[in-house]
């Protein structure tokens, strides 16, 4: 059975990236795509990122140019940063999987990590 | 981008009574539309892909309908372990992927 496990700092300072790490176990990640999905407090939920393994990053177009993710193989991890945060990065955020060509959707996500962005 | 406009915000259900949940594309999406369960505390969960195809243990009491710009989410006969946030996300555009705002499914 495949989960995914969130991890990263908890609080990070305005201006500063946020780095964030999806550890994947009980499956491989080659062959999927990979995303990110977050959370603000009390809002609903905003795609932030994906990734294929073999591919770059796409991200939403309201995060320009601050999102870059990765995928360690040899570890089963993706990763995400972004960059010059501020209060409004706030937020739960989730990796989730993409089976494309299955269900296009995503299938699988895991219970999220909370990033507060303050000083 | 395309916005996805979910309604009722609130849904008040007694147990045993049906739900019916509405979601709006702003532009034709299909067939692709996906439908999410998400409860506190926990990972969302996939209900609905594909507008009408259950996901992989799914129960039968969730059903999935609609294509073009609207959709609707029934669950014939609520649970208890239904009550929760629903919501739905399209994938017709893979350069900006979007979710509705949700519906919370409440206890009457």
């Known amino acids: 059975q495949v989960q995914l496990q969130e991890s990263g700092p908890g609080l990070v300072k305005p201006s500063e990236t946020l780095s964030l790490t999806c550890t994947v176990s009980g499956g491989s990640i080659t062959r999927y795509y990979w995303s990110w999905i977050r959370q603000p407090p009390g809002k609903g939920l905003e795609w932030v990122a994906y990734l294929y393994y073999s591919g770059s990053t796409k991200s939403n177009p309201s995060l320009k140019s601050r999102v870059t993710m990765s995928l360690d193989t040899s570890k089963n991890q993706v990763s995400l940063s972004l960059s010059s945060v501020t209060a409004a990065d706030t937020a739960l955020y989730f990796c989730?999987?993409?089976?494309?060509?299955?269900?296009?959707?995503?299938?699988?996500w895991g219970q999220g990590t909370m990033v507060t962005v303050s000083s | 981008e395309i916005v996805m406009t979910q309604s009722p915000a609130t849904l008040s259900v007694s147990p045993g009574e049906r739900a019916t949940l509405s979601c709006r594309a702003s532009q034709s999406i299909s067939s692709n539309l996906a439908w999410y369960q998400h409860k506190p505390g926990q990972a969302p969960r996939l209900l609905i892909y594909g507008a009408s195809t259950r996901a992989t243990g799914i129960p039968a009491r969730f059903s999935g309908s609609g294509s073009g710009t609207e959709f609707t989410l029934t669950i014939s006969s609520l649970q208890s372990e239904d009550f929760a946030v629903y919501y739905c996300?399209?994938?017709?555009?893979?350069?900006?992927?979007?979710f509705g705002g949700g519906t919370k499914v409440e206890f009457k």
């Open positions: 996300q399209q994938y017709n555009n893979w350069l900006a992927l979007t």
């Open positions: 989730a999987r993409v089976p494309l060509g299955v269900t296009d959707a995503f299938d699988i």
